[in-house]
């Protein structure tokens, strides 16, 4: 796959316009992809072996989207295979009164994956760029300074992300940015699946069509958070979403990729391991049958 064609170069200005969350670049059908994404799903299943084993790095996967755009299908689908001892998901809702009492980055920094650690955000901190850009009310105390400065304000939020980000990849925490470009009008056909489907009922919620109404409000936030937070160190993708299939695919390609990259190796065992295994080998097989 030209994973490439996803990434968002850094200093990069964004129209998601420019963007086709429809296509399915490489492979014509679901059925065509299954074997790609099976052989990524174990090659995923083998590196995170390696990460846990080395314990040098931690991964950070962050997963951002509109509602209905994927994410817990991708979170089903692509770490099917994994150990979950070694992976722990995050979803990030509405801040509790404790969360609130904090900086906007505490809730999500307390769930940042040790070493030798997968951690996925479902949502992240990206939230105190976007919903609250959007329903400036949601800001509490900040509402009024962020009235008052403009673009300034979420300038300099972005600019903190940035720095924090930067500061885990100096820390050995990789962090890979995913965003599931989903359009309006596939966003329209799951939430009617979701009213029509008694078993995916359970997953509506009105707020899903009050925050619809401010598509528009969204796309621009997003399109600026894109925009000023894809760095090299790390970088967002920006995957098309209206093929759920495709969407997981493409996200598992991209978290290989990473890993590969990073080439975690199982540990090399000391002189004195070595011969203490071959004592305890000698000592098994010396066991009466």
């Known amino acids: 796959m030209d994973l490439e064609r996803f990434l968002v170069k850094p200093s990069a200005t964004v129209r998601l316009g420019d963007f086709d969350p429809g296509e399915t670049p ?31 790095y931690g991964v950070l996967v962050v997963l951002q989207g509109m509602d209905t755009a994927g994410k817990d299908g991708v979170v089903k689908h692509v770490m099917t295979g994994v150990n979950p001892a070694g992976v722990h998901v995050h979803s990030f809702k509405k ?40 329903h400036p009310e949601l800001l509490g105390d900040f509402q009024e300074e962020a009235t008052e ?22 820390n050995d925490i ?19 699946s979701r009213l029509d489907d008694p078993s995916k009922q359970w997953k509506f919620s009105a707020a899903d069509l009050q925050e619809r109404g401010f598509w528009d409000a969204y796309v621009s936030a997003y399109e600026a958070m894109l925009s000023q937070t894809s760095t090299p160190h790390a970088p967002w993708y920006v995957i098309p979403a209206d093929r759920k299939w495709y969407a997981r695919l493409a996200v598992a390609a991209i978290i290989v990729r990473h890993l590969e990259n990073l080439d975690p190796q199982y ?23």
């Open 26 to 56: 490489g492979f014509a059908s679901k059925s065509e992809s299954a074997k790609k994404l099976a052989s990524d799903v174990e090659a995923l299943a083998g590196l995170q072996d390696r990460l846990i084993a080395q314990g040098k």
């Open 95 to 134: 801040p509790s009164v404790e969360e609130a009492r904090h900086d906007y980055l505490w809730r999500t920094s307390i769930q940042l994956p040790a070493r030798g650690e997968i951690a996925i955000f479902n949502r992240s901190y990206f939230e105190n760029v976007l919903v609250t850009r959007v």
């Open 149 to 170: 400065r403009g673009d300034e304000f979420w300038q300099e939020r972005y600019s903190d992300i940035n720095a924090a980000e930067r500061y885990l990849a100096h």
């Open 174 to 192: 990789i962090v890979i940015k995913l965003f599931l470009h989903v359009s309006k009008d596939e966003q329209k056909r799951r939430l009617e």
């Open 267 to 289: 540990p090399t065992l000391s002189a004195q391991m070595q011969t203490d295994l071959a004592r305890a080998k000698a000592a098994i097989e010396a066991e009466p049958a």
